[in-house]
């Protein structure tokens, strides 16, 4: 492995990190919003700078449309493993307004708890991050006059509005867009100084259910006693789907569960993952989960079943005296290995109606199911970018797990047969999705720094 | 018993029926909406015109000034058992207007499913009601030159409203208004031939209690599985509030609650009431309540526990990975003969504070308590009107129960040591609260009969 590459690149890095980040904010001044129509014009404008931006530093790149917001394409000229760099250029709505303590979209550079933030919507979600690779490549190539090897990119601006062009676009796609290996930055660091790499997301099954007794809302004083209450049939159900142990008690629920390899296991325990601090930091003293597993078993390799709304009957101020005639739930399935979503959305639906007493009848609406995602992690890459994130930050770096769900992975898996990697730099507190967003100035810089890094593992050494 | 007395009235109010509810409309056009302060005038006019009308039929009626809508009190200089006639004068708002058929402060006669309505807001609730009383002391007056004995009334301007200057009224002029019997008209038929006298009336405990878990919501990828969820903390102490059996589980919950005496269910035997009916038009075919008892017990005689609302996490539209901070509900308990509200309140508390899980905290807020309300019903006037109710009906009169809780007669009970007999003429399809209010001619006609035979009864047989 040859060092004499990636110091130059890494010094051009930080001696241009200013105008790097000047850079950034320029990207962050587009109010890519795409859950608003009134900012489509603004997605388009986003999506013009990075072809603009891709096409100075070595790219060929190009906006693609969809019937949605426009996809950007950029591929470059190297050679060796086909890497394809995924990120998305839209951003979250920026409501309640009055929350932010600057406009959002005039980014600004602050003082954080580890230094200087960059504050904007999008600085973390996803701008931030997606230029971490981008500004990677550009040092590379102003440092060595070419890429480092055979390197695509590929945004999106509809990943916060559901995606809704990204499927049909891929399968359209799929030969451009079939690369050896998927980059993904949109994760985040363990604790502050441990980059991980996600080698297995949990799927999700949405489930809504409303169960109907009387036909109408009745008085409880003419009715209560003798009329069956959906409230307390919806609650009844609820608190029969685990038992004392934290067990799901769905029929068949855990069929496809794996257990956890003693190598994985043993990388995690290696994490020393903070759990008291995990909870702590929402209040919680306790894992509530199944009996006898660790935090990041719960979070990272267990199924689970939790309620995600309930409501039914006045919920106003005030009381009054109604027994409802419906409650409804939103319950969400969160899943692992082969774990079938179809399956266990038919038993869910099942069992629910097993227990129903006589008169009420339930109504199911899907919202969304997908399995769980764990990568193949043999292709060499995997251990490349495990080497090169160690090498940048204070803490070894590891294959962790992620208890949310990141449909892309699954979709470059299940469309284009390529593994991907998640490699994020954002903190706990970014407030993605939230008023103040912000990206720590060390997240961007080293961010870039471990992208050069690890396209450096990954061509040079070849 | 002399028929000489009454016979010559009931033919008065028969050929005088139609300008009875030419009178009846004028007050029905005044809009007193006693929720709203912007019909506050039109309120004190309903009293100003009942003051009038009283005055000219032989009472001495005045206005009462309170700090909201005032009081009507009136008096006749009868003799013989003193009886105090109460109803209320405002109404509820008329929200949603564009569901009338006609607008709701001009009555009209319209054809109902067994004659004539008189449809209108108050109509049924409470001004047709009150007015029934008001005609058959009218007509006594008209063809006797005098009232029968010794009549007062009572009439308030807030019942819609929570009736807030009823009980410092009460207890200030507690002198005046203590009588030997206090008269209701606030209810309904059995059926639509059955009149009923209520002699029990369930009380009310409201509690609304909030489930704290994490301090804030947290996303159900990062966090579920580990953490405590406080929709499905709650769902299970709901569930465990009843047994198998229906029975409320709650700690010397069935303190006080009394069986019922083979005479009082022999009556209700008689009543022959259709239980497959009051269920039938709401769409439900089997009692919910405890198990061996029949409807009419489990609505009049036995206490309940009902969930009147229940909420948290997300509930709009779509679906939202959430773990829910909090999660609450809305309880009430409907009490029967010696039951202890404060006791049951204090217990409930205990009861789910002994359910919370680790890192749980629940909250309670106190929504009313008032204990059941059984009426002595050894005073002759029981009897009396029972008879006479039993005359002018197609089936014989019974005592009663109602599942709901009508404060006034507990504050009769309470504050001035009164029983009170509760007889009305509402039907159940006559809208109350609603659209479209009602009451039939028939009702009206009937009622003042009803009540005309009444005071005959007690008076003229003395």
Redesign the interface.
Same mark, same amino acid.
Do not use: Q
């Given at each position: 492995m040859s060092k004499s590459k990636i110091d130059p690149v890494l010094a051009h890095i930080d001696a241009n990190i200013e105008s790097t980040t000047a850079h950034l904010f320029d990207l962050l001044r587009i109010p890519s919003v795409s859950t608003d129509p009134r900012f489509k014009s603004e997605c388009d404008r986003a999506a013009d700078w990075l072809v603009q931006d891709l096409n100075s530093i070595g790219f060929t790149a190009s906006k693609r449309v969809t019937t949605g917001n426009p996809m950007v394409i950029a591929h470059g000229r190297g050679t060796g493993t086909h890497v394809l760099f995924y990120g998305h250029y839209d951003v979250q709505p920026v409501d309640p307004l009055d929350l932010w303590d600057s406009p959002p979209f005039e980014p600004v550079l602050e003082q954080g708890d580890l230094g200087p933030v960059i504050r904007a919507r999008g600085a973390s979600d996803d701008k931030g991050q997606l230029m971490t690779f981008v500004e990677a490549c550009r040092s590379w190539n102003a440092v060595h006059g070419s890429l480092p090897g055979r390197i695509s990119l590929f945004f999106e601006g509809e990943e916060e509005s559901g995606s809704p062009s990204l499927v049909p676009f891929m399968t359209e796609n799929a030969a451009e867009l079939t690369a050896d290996i998927a980059l993904i930055c949109d994760t985040g660091l363990l604790g502050n100084d441990t980059p991980g790499i996600v080698t297995r997301l949990?799927g999700?099954l949405?489930e %809504?259910l409303t169960i109907t007794?009387?036909?109408?809302d009745? @008085?409880?004083?003419? #009715?209560?006693?003798? /009329?069956?209450?959906p409230?307390?049939v919806?609650?009844?159900i609820?608190?029969?789907l @685990?038992d004392d142990a934290g067990h799901i008690t769905i029929p068949e629920f855990y069929d496809g569960v794996p257990e956890l390899s003693s190598e994985m296991a043993g990388q995690w325990d290696g994490l020393n993952f903070d759990s008291a601090g +995990?909870?702590g930091q929402?209040?919680?003293? %306790?894992? /509530?989960? %199944?009996k006898g597993r660790t /935090?990041l078993e719960?979070?990272w390799s267990?199924?689970?079943c %939790?309620?995600?709304?309930?409501?039914?009957? #006045?919920?106003g101020a005030? +009381?009054?005296?109604?027994?409802?005639s419906q409650?409804?739930?939103?319950i969400?399935f969160?899943l692992v290995g082969e774990q079938d979503p179809h399956k266990i959305r038919s038993n869910f639906r099942a069992m629910v109606r097993s227990l129903l007493?006589?008169?009420c009848s339930v109504e199911f609406k899907s @919202? &969304?199911a997908s399995a769980g995602c764990e990568m193949g992690i043999d292709s060499p890459s995997f251990e490349d970018a495990r080497v090169a994130l160690s090498d940048e930050w204070p803490e070894a770096s590891a294959f962790v797990g992620?208890? &949310?769900?990141i449909p892309i992975a699954g979709h470059f898996k299940n469309i284009l047969g390529m593994d991907a990697m998640l490699i994020g730099f954002a903190r706990d507190n970014d407030a993605i999705h939230s008023p103040n967003e912000k990206y720590d100035l060390r997240s961007f810089q080293k961010g870039i720094r471990s992208w050069a890094r690890i396209l450096n593992q990954i061509y040079i050494k070849e």
């Open positions: 949990r999700m949405g %809504e007794g009387p036909s109408k009745l @008085h409880s004083g003419m #009715y209560g006693g003798a /009329a069956i209450n409230a307390r919806l609650a009844k609820i608190s029969t @685990h +995990f909870l929402v209040g919680l003293s %306790e894992l /509530a989960g %199944e /935090a719960m979070i267990r199924p689970t %939790e309620v995600n709304g309930i409501w039914g009957g #006045y919920t005030g +009381f009054k005296t109604v027994l409802p409650a409804s739930a939103k969400s969160r007493p006589a008169d @919202h &969304g992620c208890g &949310g769900s």
